[in-house]
Each structure stands twice: as structure tokens, then as C-alpha cells.
């Protein structure tokens, strides 16, 4: 089994930046895609960005892109994602999110297609 916990999230201004971390244990996630997904009060989850476990396919919805930049260090078991610009409509909990599935330039975007999660990190925005 994998476990992934997150870490990173906080308070921040807006244009801040915030990185946050998904170290996984249990089992190696190099053969795994990893997505971002982040899940607002009132809102369903939504997509925010995901890498493939050869990190040659990367995907971000369109509301972030340019501001975050997802990346892998397979080494350190564990997925980032770097959060530059914030907006307040960024204010989220933000979880991860693992499956070992796809090939090796693929990630999906759909929460449904992942099998491990983490329990998420609070990431808060003021204006």
C-alpha cells in the first residue's frame, strides 16, 4: 500500500507563493502518475495539475497554468508543487494523488482514475 501525505500549505498573501509536497511511503512512486487536485467549501474537487511517472507528460488545468509547476524528484519519493502568483480563488485544501495504471507519459485528469490519496494540506489566500 501507499500512503501519501502532503505538506506545505498555509496562510499566504496574494502573489505569494507556496510549494507543496506529496511524500509518498509504503512503495516506490516512480511507476506511478501523480495529479494535484484541490477541493474548495461548497465545491466539488477539481483537476489543478498531474505528471507522468516518466515525467515527460505534464498537465495543468487552465485556471493555474503558468503560476504552478508540478514536478517529481523519484529519488525522494515524493511529488511537488510549486505555487507562485496566488490568487485568492486558489483557497482550497489541496490533496494528492497516486495510481501506478498508466503508462509512462500519461496522467489523468480525473480524480476517479487515481487509487491513493493523501488527507490534504489547507492552502488559504487573503487579498
Known amino acids: 500500500q501507499v500512503q501519501l501525505v502532503e505538506s506545505g500549505g498555509g496562510l499566504v498573501q496574494a502573489g505569494g507563493s507556496l510549494r507543496l509536497s506529496c511524500a509518498a511511503s509504503?512503495?516506490?512512486?516512480?511507476?506511478?502518475?501523480v495529479g494535484w487536485f484541490r477541493q474548495a467549501p461548497g465545491k466539488e474537487r477539481e483537476f489543478v495539475a498531474a505528471i507522468s511517472w516518466s515525467g515527460g507528460s505534464i498537465y495543468y488545468a487552465d485556471s493555474v497554468k503558468g503560476r504552478f509547476t508540478i514536478s517529481r524528484h523519484n529519488a525522494k519519493n515524493t511529488v511537488y508543487l510549486q505555487m507562485n502568483n496566488l490568487k485568492p480563488e486558489d483557497t482550497a485544501v489541496y490533496y494528492c494523488?497516486?495510481?501506478?495504471?498508466?503508462?509512462?507519459?500519461?496522467?489523468?485528469?480525473?480524480?476517479?482514475?487515481?487509487?491513493?490519496w493523501g488527507q490534504g494540506t489547507q492552502v488559504t489566500v487573503s487579498s
Open positions: 509504503g512503495r516506490t512512486i516512480s511507476s506511478y502518475a
Open positions: 494523488a497516486a495510481d501506478p495504471r498508466y503508462s509512462s507519459d500519461y496522467a489523468p485528469f480525473s480524480a476517479a482514475q487515481y487509487d491513493y
